[in-house]
């Protein structure tokens, strides 16, 4: 998850940037925005067009409708990060837009990954119980499981929502979490904000990654399972498109959580000033992360079916067939040579 790392008090200091490599790298990485920026806006924009008015709702519509709204709503905010890192972490949007664009961020990068915790749990239920799906699970009952992601999500970013503001530092002005602004004792301010920091982080990483990760890992290997047992293995068009997902999202996201987890213990034992190789690092890792919010539009279209396929129809309608309730889960009856496990799979 993304917030500012900064702890911007004044025993902080910044090493200027000079070396041609780093400057490349953070070019780089600003690349890499401002390509997840383009993408994210115009597939998830393009999914939420396809999924809320063009499709008739279905669990697994509402599903992907939701994810690419908090990828949409992320990926719009990202001019604000690149000019920010542009200009050396200054932040010259003013009080209201630190809390407002932070707390965006938060709730949707929040509600992306428990909705896709959300959505590998919905999918391992109609594979190892797909008689349970025929009868129960329906948009009715979606639309009020969804909102607990969303909810979750919000109680984690109150702490942005609360204590996010402005504070000024020699130089320039930093959108940072303050979490003792009613000390003016120096001391006593850094004390709780290096304790909120670790605990915040702490938390961030495990319930804000891995316990999710966990969960997708978990309903996948099921899935897999499942589907070994079924004797589906040999077309391995299900495992890979489960797979690849899986991977995505892993490799998006690894890099840059270890990254902060390893900034939040650096804080805890009282290492305030971090290096420019450490902070380059950083925005790499979490331009990285980012570019995961552009993927899951192209994930819909390119997979589930052949590739060639794909390319000829045009890009509504892959949607459109990416996104369709999975066979027999949209009917109450499936057909009597095929057992109702087979459709679910089949349909992955």
Partial sequence: ???????????????????????????????????????????????????????????????????????????????????????????????FLCKLISTVVDINLFGSV???????????????????????RTV??????????????LIFTLPVIIRMTTKSIPGKTVCTLDFAPWTNDLLEKLRVNVTMFLVRGIIRFIIGFSMPMLTVAICYGLVATKIHRQGLINSSRPLRVLSSVVLAFFLCWTPFQLMALIYT?????????????????????????????????????FMGQDFRERLLQSLPASLERAL???PGQSTSTVTSNQAPSEVELQGL
């Fill in 140 to 153: 009715r009952l979606a639309k009020k499981v969804i909102l607990g992601p969303w909810l979750l999500a």
């Fill in 1 to 95: 998850m993304e917030s500012n790392f900064s702890l911007s008090l004044n025993a902080t200091r910044e090493v200027p940037l000079e070396s041609p490599a780093h400057t490349a790298v953070s070019i780089i990485s600003l690349v890499v925005l401002g390509v997840t920026f383009v993408l994210g806006i115009l597939g998830n924009g393009l999914v939420i067009w396809v999924a809320g008015f063009r499709m008739k709702h279905t669990v697994t519509t509402i599903s992907y409708l939701n994810l690419a709204l908090a990828d949409f709503s992320f990926t719009a905010t990202l001019p604000f990060t690149m000019t920010t890192q542009i200009m050396g972490k200054h932040w010259p949007f003013g009080w």
């Fill in 324 to 326: 369709t309730e999975d």
């Fill in 114 to 136: 428990f909705l896709i915790a959300a959505i590998a749990l919905d999918r391992c239920v109609c594979v190892l119980h797909p008689v349970w799906v025929q009868n129960h």
């Fill in 265 to 301: 213990v650096r804080i805890g034992r009282g290492w305030l000033v971090t290096s420019k190789e450490f902070e380059v690092a950083l925005d790499v890792v979490r331009a990285l992360a980012f570019f995961n919010s552009c993927l899951n539009p192209m994930l819909y279209v």
